[in-house]
């Protein structure tokens, strides 16, 4: 898992826990929806964004490369 607050800011990682390949995309939590990198064996790794109202709007985000904390 990532350190809260750091950023991986690029489209692939890698998992520290297993080495899965992850890549950037929109992902729901409680607090609404966000941009970042969720691996499927070991569960969320980062939030590279804010939190949006709806998908569209983090899709979009993603899209146009306009996010961050």
Do not use: H, Q, W
Not at 12 to 25: E, I
Not at 29 to 45: L, M, Q, R, W
Not at 52 to 69: E, M, Q
Request: charge should be positive.
């Amino acid at each position: 898992m990532v350190a809260p607050g750091e950023c991986v800011n690029d489209v692939v990682t890698t998992c520290s826990g297993c080495k899965t390949k992850l890549n950037v995309d929109v992902y729901r939590s409680p607090a609404g929806y966000y941009i970042g990198f969720f691996c499927p064996n070991c569960g969320p790794y980062s939030r590279e964004s804010g939190y949006y109202a709806s998908y569209c709007d983090a899709k979009r985000a993603l899209i146009s490369k306009n996010y961050g904390r």
